[in-house]
C-alpha cells in the first residue's frame, strides 16, 4: 500500500518561495504508470491542482499557477517537491501530495485520484 507524506515549513513570508516535499513509500515514483501531483485546499474553497510529475518525469502544470510552479524529484529519495514562489497572503492552504493511475482522464479530476497524503497547512503571512 503506498503511503504519502508532506512536508515542509508551515509558515512562509509573502513574497518567498514556499517548498514542500512528498515522501512516498511502498511504490516507486519512476515506476508503475503514475502521476505524482500537488493539490490545495484554501480556506473555505474546494480543492485545486497545482502540478504534477509523471513517473516519466514530464511535468505539467496548472495554466493559473504555471509562471510560479516548478515540480521536480529526487529518484534515490523517492520524493517529489512543489516550490511556489512569490507567495502571497491566497496561496494559504492546505497542500497535499496526491497519485493519480495513468489511466485518468484529466489531471484536475481530483475524484480520481487513489491515493493522497494527509496534508499540511501552510500559511502565508508577515
Known amino acids: 500500500q503506498v503511503q504519502l507524506q508532506e512536508s515542509g515549513p508551515v509558515l512562509v513570508q509573502p513574497s518567498q518561495t514556499l517548498s514542500l516535499t512528498c515522501t512516498v513509500s511502498?511504490?516507486?515514483?519512476?515506476?508503475?504508470?503514475?502521476?505524482w501531483s500537488w493539490i490545495r485546499q484554501p480556506p473555505g474553497k474546494g480543492r485545486q491542482w497545482i502540478g504534477t510529475?509523471?513517473?516519466?518525469?514530464?511535468?505539467y502544470y496548472s495554466p493559473d499557477l504555471i509562471s510560479r510552479t516548478s515540480i521536480s524529484r529526487d529518484t534515490s529519495r523517492n520524493q517529489y517537491t512543489l516550490q511556489l514562489s512569490s507567495v502571497t497572503p491566497e496561496d494559504t492552504a492546505v497542500y497535499y501530495c496526491?497519485?493519480?493511475?495513468?489511466?485518468?482522464?484529466?489531471?484536475?479530476?481530483?475524484?480520481?485520484?487513489?491515493?493522497w497524503g494527509q496534508g499540511t497547512q501552510v500559511t502565508v503571512s508577515s
Open positions: 496526491a497519485r493519480a493511475p495513468i489511466t485518468i482522464a484529466a489531471l484536475d479530476r481530483l475524484e480520481d485520484y487513489d491515493s
Open positions: 511502498g511504490g516507486s515514483i519512476t515506476t508503475g504508470y503514475y502521476y
Open positions: 510529475i509523471a513517473y516519466s518525469g514530464t511535468d
